[in-house]
Nanobody, 124 residues
């Protein structure tokens, strides 16, 4: 089992920045790819960013490319999502996910463990 706990969400004005963190614990040996997904009210959960076990390759949704950066500190078992130039359409609950694979994917169903989510609200 792998436990994931997100933090760092909040409210920010358009153009602002937030950094989300995802602390992992449990059976993280063997290598896990990590991803961030988000779900806005009335919409399906969608892919945001992902990072492979070794730190690369990384993947981003077109809507966040150039604004968001995913990174990981394996020594701290933590994954980050730095979000800059935030837009109102980035408003959603953001979920951290872990998949038992070395190379990350963009597919929701490739991830085995999920955090509880953290709310990000961007006002115009």
């Amino acid at each position: 089992q792998v436990q994931l706990v997100e933090s760092g969400g909040g409210s920010v004005q358009a153009g602002g920045s937030l950094r989300l963190s995802c602390a992992t614990s449990g059976r993280t040996f063997g290598g896990y790819a990590m991803g961030w997904f988000r779900q806005a009210p009335g919409k399906e959960r969608e892919f945001v960013a992902a990072i492979s076990w070794s730190g690369g390759p990384t993947y981003y949704a077109d809507s966040v490319k150039g604004r968001f950066t995913i990174s990981r500190e394996r020594a701290k078992n933590t994954v980050y999502l730095q979000m800059n130039s935030l837009k109102p359409e980035d408003t959603a609950v953001y979920y951290c996910a872990a998949g038992a694979r070395l190379i990350a994917t963009t597919h929701l169903y490739d991830y085995d463990y999920w955090g509880q989510g953290t709310q990000v609200t961007v006002s115009s």
